[in-house]
């Protein structure tokens, strides 16, 4: 299983940005996929996730402005950013339980200046 995430960058405040994460060696269909970020001194958190289905969950601070699709043709998850903000400045990881064990992505990074 590989989970390959790309995409990040430098966006302003207010502006948008979205990740992608390409998936390879699992069965994409079954899967729930999830994103996480981690800030600088701060822990890794849950940003949201989409089940096999498409229904898509979120923090409380990224209602509204974040966005999780799929693409089951293509075995990759986005996510779409929106009216970024500088809290939002973090490393962003894709993430599937699969067959019983977490994979990551490398991450990347995403810096949002004010």
């Known amino acids: 299983v590989q989970l390959q995430a790309s995409g990040g960058g430098l966006a302003q405040a207010g502006g948008s940005l979205r990740l992608s994460c390409k998936t390879s060696?699992?069965?994409?269909?079954?899967?729930?996929m999830t994103w996480y970020r981690q800030a600088p001194g701060k822990e890794r958190e849950f940003v949201g996730d989409?089940?096999?289905?498409?229904?898509?969950n979120y923090i409380d601070s990224v209602k509204g402005r974040f966005t999780i699709s799929r693409d089951y043709s293509r075995n990759t998850v986005w996510l779409q950013m929106t009216d970024l903000k500088p809290e939002d400045t973090a490393v962003y990881y894709c993430?599937?339980?699969?067959?019983?064990?977490?994979?990551w992505g490398q991450g990347t990074q995403v810096t949002v200046s004010s």
């Open positions: 993430n599937t339980n699969y067959r019983a064990r977490d994979w």
């Open positions: 989409i089940t096999s289905g498409g229904a898509t």
């Open positions: 060696g699992m069965n994409f269909r079954i899967a729930k």
